[in-house]
Each structure stands twice: as C-alpha cells, then as structure tokens.
C-alpha cells in the first residue's frame, strides 16, 4: 500500500461529498430564488455545510488530526442562527446516506474542530470549504480544497471543481471535476461519477511565448495592470484565462493554461494557508513550480497564513525563472 493512500481515499471521500453539498445548496437557494446584491447567506449555508462533511469524515478516520479551517459555527448558534442553521442541517443531510446523518449539534461540533492554529510540528489538514465564493453565487467556478500537511510539508491535495469543464476543449460538455495528488505520486483527474484516474501533466512548452496566463477574475485578489506588463516582457499575447479559486492550480496543472500569478495588491496582505496547499502539490506533482515573488518556496509551517511569502507564482518549471524574473523587473521593490 502506497505511503497517504488511506488519507487520500478519505480526502477524496470527504472533497466529493462536499461538493455534491455545494451543488445541493446552489440548485436550492441560488438557481431558484432571486438573492438581493449582497445575499450571501446561500454561499454561506455551503460554507458550513461543506466544512461540517469533511471535518466528520476526517474525525472518524483521523480523529487525532487537527484541522485549520475557515469556519466557525458562532453564526449558527442561538436564535440568531436559527434560520440559517436550519438549512445548514437540512442541506448537509439532504447528500449523506442514512448512516451517516448528523444532529444539529454534531454539525457545530463538526465544524468547530476546524479552529487549529496550525504550525510546524505533526500532521493537519487544511480546508477551504468553498474557495471562490463569488463564483459559486455566479455558477462559475469554485473549489473545495483539502490538504495534508505533515511537519510544515503538504503531502496530500485534494480539489473538487463542481462546475470546471471535464474537458477544457469541451466547455459546454460535462462538469465536474476532481483533482488529486500525493508528494512523490503524480496529479491525477477524475469526474465526479467515474472513479477512472487519468493522470495529468503541464502542456508540453518551452518558451513563455507560447505560453496563457491563469488569473482571478477580481482585480482585488492580484494586480491585472501588473499581470499585463509582465505579459509584454514574457511576449505572451494570449487572452488571459481568468477564474476564480484552486481550479486555476487545477486548470494550469493539466495543461488549459501555464502560469499562475496571484500578485500582492498591498503590502498589507497575507496569503492564508487553505488557499494554496492543495494547489501547491498538485502544481508540483503535474511538473510544475511554486514559488512567492522573491522565488521562495511557500512556507506551510507557521500557522494558518503564509506570511513569510508575498504572491504567489505557479507555472511549468522549465519557464519559471523566466517568469520570475519578469515579476521581479514589474514589481521592482514594491513589496
């Protein structure tokens, strides 16, 4: 038996029921109501709903693990809570098997076990319940994302993409798409109803003129101005693909696009961990690089963010210093 295959069987387990929660939720409180601008109560029920079913799997199989999640059920208690806790409860349950069902209070338990601080010692499990929240409201994309860190390492990544083409080629053929990968094992992609690996690799490059970029669609998550100069000293003249959430990590790491660039919109702000450890081995096992602005790794040992990196550059290895030196050159000593 291969070294993580039970924590990545689990983590499959876990990401691909709460992603099918995350569907459950959109079809019922998104496809079917009209949400006022600033409604995110429905991004809100997947949330918890999603971090309560992969936090119970993770308690059951790994019950010694700690966990660093997003979450904590302080909105859901009391009569305050009452509404929305009544939907978190009726959703989760609506996509667990009749053995599996959870009371109410087993669901803020759940949910309460992601409080870890993280750190450099031991094993624990990042999880962003739903990454991309403006692209769940929007039916774009978003992402489950679970990792295994282990001594300040991320060993174990999985993503769920609900809505990300299986095929990039075929954006109107089937969706939903799963991403797996353990150090030293190789990235694999799978749907969400065929248990078939097939595993994945960057597209086959050497220069970064042949290369896309990968972005976020909201400018306050990376600077666009500076991607766009940094597209004129690389020669990249292809449209951005732009996306919300870890299927960006996903989309490069088989091939739809090359580079990855989250650049630091303020010197302020910190990069938090469940954001980028999935992405991370996932990137690097698929044949690719992962490094900050100033090309070092990123440190997944001092808590719950990555404040010893500034942005995050993710592409095919053999371009990475070449695309790391254009970063450097745009950004000069802005951060």
């Known amino acids: 038996m291969s070294v993580y295959a039970k924590e990545r069987n689990v983590a499959i387990q ?11 939720v959109f079809q019922h409180l998104v496809a ?15 949330d918890f709903s ?5 936090n119970t799997y993770l308690k059951d199989h790994f019950p010694e ?36 069902k959870l009371s109410e209070q087993q669901i803020l338990d759940a949910i309460d076990r992601g409080n870890y601080i993280g750190g450099a010692k031991g094993r624990h499990w990042a999880l962003d319940p739903i990454d991309g929240t403006k692209g769940f409201l929007r039916g ?27 095929d990039y080629k075929q954006p109107e053929g089937e969706r939903g798409s799963l991403f797996i990968a353990v150090r030293g094992q190789g990235a694999f992609q799978r749907t969400f109803t065929n248990e078939t690996e097939s595993p994945i690799h960057f597209a086959d490059i050497s220069s970064t003129e042949e290369a896309t970029f990968c972005e976020s669609v909201e400018a306050a998550h990376s600077s666009h101005s500076d991607a766009v100069e940094i597209a004129q000293l690389l020669g990249i003249t292809r449209e ?18 090359d580079i990855y660039l989250r650049l630091p919109t303020s010197k302020a702000y910190v990069e938090k961990i469940w954001d980028h450890a ?13 490094t900050d602005i100033h090309g070092q790794p990123l440190d997944f040992s001092i808590g719950r963010t990555l404040e010893k990196n500034k942005g995050v550059i993710a592409s095919k290895a053999n371009i990475h210093g070449r695309v790391l030196e254009a970063v450097q050159k745009v950004l000069g000593n802005k951060f």
């Open 65 to 100: 693990d700690p966990i660093v999640g997003e979450e904590d059920s302080k909105d859901l208690q009391g009569d305050e809570g009452k509404t929305l806790r009544e939907k978190v409860f009726s959703l989760t349950n609506g996509v667990l098997s009749d053995s599996e």
């Open 278 to 290: 999935s992405g991370n081995v996932l990137v690097t096992e698929a044949g690719g690089k992962v």
């Open 50 to 54: 999603a971090q309560a079913i992969v």
């Open 14 to 24: 876990a990401v691909l029921t709460a992603s099918k929660v995350c569907q459950s």
């Open 140 to 166: 774009g994309q978003y992402a489950v994302c679970l990792a295994l860190i282990v001594d300040g390492i991320v060993q174990v990544g999985v993503v769920g993409c609900p809505n990300l083409p299986v």
């Open 32 to 46: 079917n109501e009209t949400l006022t601008k600033n409604d995110k109560s429905p991004v809100t029920v997947a």
């Open 240 to 257: 951005p693909v732009r996306m919300d959430s870890q299927a960006k990590y996903c989309s490069i790491s088989r091939g739809d696009a």
